[in-house]
């Protein structure tokens, strides 16, 4: 995330967490998140595999990403190159909670896996009507704010 544009520290916390790409076997899951005013996306790089193996968990607010890749070596067999892994891969993040983890959706096609979360509700930009008048304060009558101190301008005209 090279932009920042939400609550500060937020997408900090992800960030960092998305530099630490490694499990415990040191095997590398390779990510990207980007983020528009609706949503946090996430890809994930697991080519070669199920789509079955593929878990994905949110608790609070820890995203868990585990995968299994089983050895393609039939058993009995002598392996003469094994370089791609195999095993199990977890990948966890810390999300902010201006996300709706509720109503995200995951998509795996070509070996990529697609996460949108969307933001809640508070955390999206609203525009505020201005109105006329003056203010309605609750418990009393509509009072006028006070008028800015400094110099002021003569009207134009």
Known sequence: MLARNGAPGDLDRLTQDLAQVTDAAGTVIPADAWRDD???YLQFDLPGMDRAGIELITERDTLTLTAERPSPVPAGARP???ERPTGRFTRRLTLSDA???ASAEAAY???VLTLR???AAHAKPR???VSGGAPKIPG???KQLPAPSG???APAG
């Open 127 to 129: 525009r505020i009507a």
């Open 109 to 111: 096609d070509n070996g």
């Open 80 to 82: 003469v190159l094994t």
């Open 140 to 142: 009393g009558p509509a």
């Open 99 to 101: 996300l709706d983890t």
């Open 151 to 153: 110099p002021r301008s």
């Open 38 to 40: 609706e949503a946090l």
């Open 117 to 119: 979360i969307p933001l």
